[in-house]
T-cell receptor, first 117, second 119 residues
């Protein structure tokens, strides 16, 4: 099984529908992130969570919400999907950074391709 | 604020040749790490190489090396002996050692460079 699992892998939904993307991890990492990728724009941060009770907005949080149900689970919701939310969505995890080694990068999920029609 | 700039939207290289993908960065953190990721057409993000800001030597991982020039704030990826399987999107990323209210330890990504290797 993958260390970070995203479901679904692909999803087509209609404008105005509520949709949830799920992410679960077996890394035991405390930090979890949701990014979206658009062609030519790289990866942009939507939300991040340092632990179950600590959730923060990223640069592009409008139109999204998240839930950290447990240390291992972090879900992203689109309350009312719109076509410009069509993108590739990534969940990622990392260990805490403090005095720890900066070389700790992210562990990525395989991504969810979301199309809003 | 952290910023990563990749100025090459697309690059082409012939098989077996070397190619350099450019990355410049901006940060006020005194200590930071630089990463390169590969994203093939299947979409997954694959970690390639890491360079710490205080590392004395440039990082190398097989055919990948990182040309780190701290004074210029550049961290270019060099792929030697390109292979057809190297065709992919490549992302440069950076994280700092900040805590809350600063860089928060998150990764900042550039916009990516699409590399095409031709026979």
């Amino acid at each position: 099984d993958a260390d970070v699992t995203q479901t679904p892998r692909n999803r087509i939904t209609k404008t105005g529908k509520r949709i949830m993307l799920e992410c679960s991890q077996t890394k035991g990492h405390d930090r979890m992130y949701w990014y979206r990728q658009d062609p030519g724009l790289g990866l942009r941060l939507i939300y991040y969570s340092f632990d179950v009770k600590d959730i923060n907005k990223g640069e592009i949080s409008d139109g999204y919400s998240v839930s950290r149900q447990a240390q291992a689970k972090f879900s992203l919701s689109l309350e009312s999907a719109i076509p410009n939310q069509t993108a590739l969505y990534f969940c990622a995890t990392s260990d805490s950074v403090g005095t720890e080694n900066l070389s700790y990068g992210y562990t990525f999920g395989s991504g969810t391709r979301l199309t809003v029609v | 604020a952290q910023k990563i700039t990749q100025t090459q939207p697309g690059m082409f290289v012939q098989e077996k040749e070397a190619v350099t993908l450019d990355c410049t960065y901006d940060t006020s953190d005194p200590s930071y790490g630089l990463f390169w990721y590969k994203q093939p057409s299947s979409g997954e993000m694959i970690f390639l190489i890491y360079q710490g800001s205080y590392d004395q030597q440039n990082a190398t991982e097989g055919r990948y090396s990182l040309n780190f020039q701290k004074a210029r704030k550049s961290a270019n990826l060099v792929i030697s002996a390109s292979q057809l399987g190297d065709s992919a999107m490549y992302f440069c990323a950076m994280r700092g050692r900040g805590g809350r209210g600063s860089t928060l330890g998150r990764l900042y990504f550039g916009r990516g460079t699409q590399l095409t290797v031709w026979p």
